[in-house]
C-alpha cells in the first residue's frame, strides 16, 4: 500500500516544478506560433523531453546509491541528501520570485536568437537548458523526500505522486499556452511555495535525526516533547504528516530548533515581496511578484 503523505509530497513537488518547467516551453513555443516558427514546436519538446530524461536517470542513479552504502556512511550521505534537497528548493523559491518579472521576455530573446544562430537544433539546446535546471532540482528534492520516507511504501508513494503532478502540470502547460486567463499562476506559486518551505523544513530535521542517531550531532538530543500515545508517527495522520512534513511524535530538541530556525527564517522571506529585477529584453513584461498567467501565457494564435 502507497503511503499517502509521500504521495502527497511527490504530489507537490511534481506539480510546482512541472508547472515551472511547463511555462517556460509554453512561452518559447508561443513565441514560435506567433512569429510563424510554429514547425519547430517539436525540436523544442524534444529538448524539453531530453531534459526530464537526463533528471529522471540523475534521481534513480543517486537514490541507488545512497541505499547501497552501509552504516554510518548511508545515513551520512542520507542526511547530506535531504540537506541539499531543502537547499536546492529553497535556491529555487527564491530565484523564481526574482525571475518572474522578466521571465517572459528573456525567454523570448534567447529563442529568437537561438532561431538567427542556431537553427532548429539551437531551440532544442534552448529548451534543454532552460527545463534541465528545473529536472535536477526536481530529482534531487524528491530523492531527499524518498530517502527521508519510510520504507519502499514511502518512496513509491513520492514516485507515483510526482508522476500524478507533472502529468497535471503537463495538462496546465497545454492550458498556458492555449492562451487561458483562467490560471492565477502567481496564488498557484504561492500557495505551492508554502507548502514546499514546510516540506523542506521536515528534511532539515529528519538530516538532523539521521546524524543524531550515528553520534555526529551529541547536544540537545533529548526529546522535546512525547506525543506517541496521542498521534503516533507511523499510522494515521502522523505517517501522513510523517511523510509530508518530516513530523516526529518524539523529536530531539537540536532536530525540532533546527525545524522551526528555518521555517522561522525562510517562510517570512519568501512571502516578502521581491524587489524589481533588472530591466529586460521585452519592456512589455508585467512586472509581478510571482508568473500569472496574464503575465507569462502565450497569446492564443
Given at each position: 500500500?502507497?503511503d499517502?503523505?509521500?504521495l502527497l509530497?511527490?504530489?507537490?513537488?511534481?506539480?510546482r516544478e512541472g508547472?515551472?518547467?511547463?511555462?517556460l516551453?509554453?512561452?518559447?513555443?508561443?513565441f514560435?506560433?506567433?512569429?510563424?516558427?510554429g514547425?519547430?514546436?517539436?525540436?523544442?519538446?524534444?529538448?524539453?523531453?531530453?531534459a526530464?530524461?537526463v533528471s529522471?536517470?540523475?534521481g534513480v542513479?543517486?537514490?541507488?546509491?545512497?541505499?547501497?552504502?552501509?552504516?554510518?556512511?548511508?545515513?551520512?550521505?542520507e542526511?547530506?541528501?535531504?540537506?541539499?534537497?531543502?537547499?536546492?528548493?529553497?535556491w529555487?523559491?527564491?530565484?523564481?520570485?526574482?525571475?518572474?518579472?522578466?521571465?517572459?521576455?528573456?525567454?523570448?530573446?534567447r529563442?529568437?536568437?537561438?532561431?538567427?544562430q542556431?537553427?532548429?537544433?539551437?531551440?532544442?539546446?534552448?529548451?534543454?537548458?532552460?527545463?534541465?535546471r528545473?529536472?535536477?532540482?526536481?530529482?534531487?528534492?524528491?530523492?531527499?523526500?524518498?530517502?527521508?520516507?519510510?520504507?519502499?511504501?514511502?518512496?513509491?508513494?513520492?514516485?507515483v505522486?510526482?508522476?500524478?503532478?507533472?502529468?497535471?502540470?503537463?495538462?496546465?502547460?497545454?492550458?498556458?499556452?492555449?492562451?487561458?486567463?483562467?490560471?492565477?499562476?502567481?496564488?498557484?506559486?504561492r500557495?505551492?511555495?508554502?507548502l514546499l518551505?514546510?516540506?523542506?523544513?521536515?528534511?532539515v530535521?529528519r538530516?538532523?535525526?539521521?546524524?543524531?542517531?550515528?553520534?555526529v550531532?551529541?547536544?540537545?538530543?533529548?526529546?522535546a516533547?512525547d506525543?506517541?500515545?496521542v498521534?503516533?508517527?507511523d499510522s494515521?495522520?502522523?505517517?501522513?504528516?510523517?511523510?509530508?512534513?518530516?513530523y516526529?511524535?518524539?523529536?530531539?530538541?537540536v532536530?525540532?530548533?533546527?525545524?522551526?530556525?528555518?521555517?522561522?527564517?525562510?517562510?517570512?522571506?519568501?512571502?516578502?515581496a521581491?524587489r524589481?529585477p533588472a530591466?529586460?529584453?521585452?519592456p512589455?513584461?508585467?512586472?509581478?511578484?510571482?508568473?500569472?498567467?496574464?503575465?507569462?501565457?502565450p497569446?492564443?494564435?
Amino acid at each position: 500500500m502507497i503511503d499517502p503523505g509521500a504521495l502527497l509530497g511527490g504530489l507537490v513537488t511534481g506539480l510546482r516544478e512541472g508547472v515551472e518547467a511547463a511555462l517556460l516551453i509554453a512561452i518559447i513555443a508561443g513565441f514560435l506560433a506567433r512569429t510563424g516558427s510554429g514547425r519547430a514546436i517539436p525540436r523544442v519538446l524534444l529538448g524539453a523531453a531530453a531534459a526530464v530524461g537526463v533528471s529522471v536517470v540523475l534521481g534513480v542513479a543517486i537514490y541507488v546509491f545512497v541505499g547501497g552504502l552501509r552504516s554510518p556512511y548511508e545515513q551520512l550521505l542520507e542526511a547530506g541528501t535531504m540537506v541539499a534537497a531543502a537547499a536546492i528548493v529553497t535556491w529555487m523559491l527564491f530565484w523564481m520570485k526574482r525571475q518572474a518579472a522578466g521571465l517572459r521576455g528573456t525567454l523570448q530573446a534567447r529563442t529568437a536568437h537561438a532561431l538567427d544562430q542556431g537553427g532548429l537544433w539551437g531551440l532544442t539546446l534552448l529548451a534543454f537548458t532552460a527545463v534541465i535546471r528545473e529536472g535536477i532540482e526536481t530529482a534531487v528534492f524528491l530523492v531527499g523526500q524518498a530517502t527521508a520516507a519510510t520504507g519502499s511504501r514511502g518512496a513509491l508513494g513520492v514516485l507515483v505522486g510526482a508522476i500524478l503532478g507533472l502529468a497535471l502540470a503537463t495538462g496546465i502547460g497545454v492550458i498556458i499556452y492555449a492562451g487561458s486567463r483562467r490560471i492565477d499562476l502567481r496564488l498557484f506559486f504561492r500557495i505551492t511555495g508554502i507548502l514546499l518551505v514546510f516540506i523542506a523544513a521536515g528534511l532539515v530535521s529528519r538530516a538532523v535525526h539521521e546524524l543524531v542517531e550515528i553520534g555526529v550531532i551529541a547536544v540537545a538530543t533529548a526529546p522535546a516533547f512525547d506525543l506517541v500515545a496521542v498521534l503516533p508517527e507511523d499510522s494515521g495522520v502522523g505517517l501522513v504528516l510523517r511523510a509530508l512534513f518530516g513530523y516526529s511524535a518524539a523529536p530531539e530538541v537540536v532536530a525540532l530548533v533546527a525545524w522551526a530556525a528555518y521555517v522561522g527564517v525562510v517562510l517570512p522571506l519568501y512571502l516578502r515581496a521581491a524587489r524589481p529585477p533588472a530591466p529586460v529584453a521585452d519592456p512589455a513584461a508585467e512586472s509581478t511578484a510571482e508568473p500569472t498567467a496574464d503575465a507569462t501565457a502565450p497569446a492564443s494564435t
